[in-house]
């Protein structure tokens, strides 16, 4: 069994260590950097995906995923690419359609902002036009009533932009569980890294 916890954009592995920290210390947890595992590829959705199929298929299966944001996005891709392999599926701050306006919005912040504050996100800010300019076609609904994992649906409750993408989407993911975190905005695992960890051991960890 592996865990993997994929961050979200504008995050690294280490925007879960205050997660990972309270979980069982004797279960495989992996934290793929996203920028890492894509290489020298041009950075578009397809492409990062790809490379995280890759990794994941060298993985000991069965896998749990958790992703948030961006990470959520690959997670379910993945779980709907290969239901064979994911045994559990946790998904924060969802979006399986993406909000064209919104992600037209943050391209353009991207654009005026100052290449220094990419550096520690590791994705340069080429990258992040590119990325989020690829992701616009990217639409699961035919395909989530497909999903026969247990799967978790969560959002913090000052999360607004994606409470109810979050909601929708635990609709059509049959036998999908919603929660809300309180206290909590976009970024559940930095915002509430107890709450999330207790969450996570509950559904995951506790028989």
Same mark, same amino acid.
């Given at each position: 069994m592996s865990y993997i916890f994929i961050h979200g954009l504008g995050q690294t592995p280490s925007s879960w260590d205050q997660v990972t920290a309270q979980l069982p210390t004797d279960v495989q947890i992996y934290r793929p950097c996203l920028a890492a595992i894509a290489g020298d590829k041009q950075m578009t959705y397809e492409n990062l995906y790809q490379a995280f199929e890759s990794e994941c298929n060298r993985m000991e299966t069965p896998l749990c995923l958790c992703g948030i944001s961006l990470g959520a996005v690959v997670a379910l891709q993945y779980a709907l690419n290969h239901p064979e392999k994911v045994k559990s599926l946790m998904l924060i701050a969802p979006q399986y359609k993406m909000p064209k306006l919104l992600l037209s919005v943050q391209n353009m912040v991207f654009r005026i902002l100052p290449q220094k504050m990419f550096y520690e996100m590791?994705?340069?800010?080429?990258?992040?036009?590119? #990325?989020?300019?690829?992701?616009? =076609?990217?639409?699961?609904?035919?395909?989530?009533?497909?999903?026969?994992?247990?799967?978790?649906? #969560?959002?913090?409750?000052?999360? =607004?932009?994606?409470?109810?993408?979050?909601?929708m989407l635990a609709d059509l993911i049959p036998n999908a569980k919603l929660s809300f975190i309180d206290n909590a905005g976009h970024e559940v695992n930095i915002d509430a890294p107890a709450a999330l960890a207790g969450f996570i051991k509950e559904a995951w960890f506790q028989s």
């Open positions: 590791g994705f340069s800010k080429r990258d992040m036009i590119t #990325l989020t300019a690829s992701m616009k =076609r990217i639409d699961f609904t035919p395909l989530l009533h497909e999903i026969t994992c247990p799967s978790f649906i #969560l959002c913090g409750r000052k999360d =607004r932009a994606n409470q109810n993408a979050a909601r």
